[in-house]
């Protein structure tokens, strides 16, 4: 049998060390293991908003600038900022006096005669709104026809928003 030198016992002692510390390390903190795994969900629909405005007592007339209350309706599973760009008309029904098809024409006609929007920095409309009130700013131009005197209008239009969160 050989004679261990003081060299071999070092080396010896050092690989006992390093391999009864490995073994430790792996009974306290266990093995490295890894897995997969999956997730699934549904996603959202999108469902368009609704908003309604009545001028009240304010009256329409050429020139007025004012600012009115719209109720913004969200059905969506998420909020939504409302883009603050004009809204687009997309029809007009002018109603109550002998020269209302007059002015209906003209306003279909010319549909920047009547232009609404949202302030700047539009508000967040919260997810599953019955209603939330927006302050939106009107304005008429000059050119608003004398035909409509006295009229009802009812100018329907639509909006644009970006989901958020």
Sequence with gaps: MRKITKRSAAIIGATVVAIGGGAAWAATNGWDIKGTGTAEGDAATIV???ASADLGAK????????????????????????NSSNFTPTGVVVTGTPTAAACQAALEAAPNTLVASFPAGAPKIVAKSPGQGVTTNIAVANTLPQSCAGSRIKVTYTFTGVSTV
């Design 48 to 50: 368009e908003m609704q």
């Design 59 to 82: 009256k329409v007339y050429p020139g007025l600038v004012t600012t009115v209350n719209t109720v913004v309706k969200n059905a969506n599973d998420f909020p939504v900022n409302l």
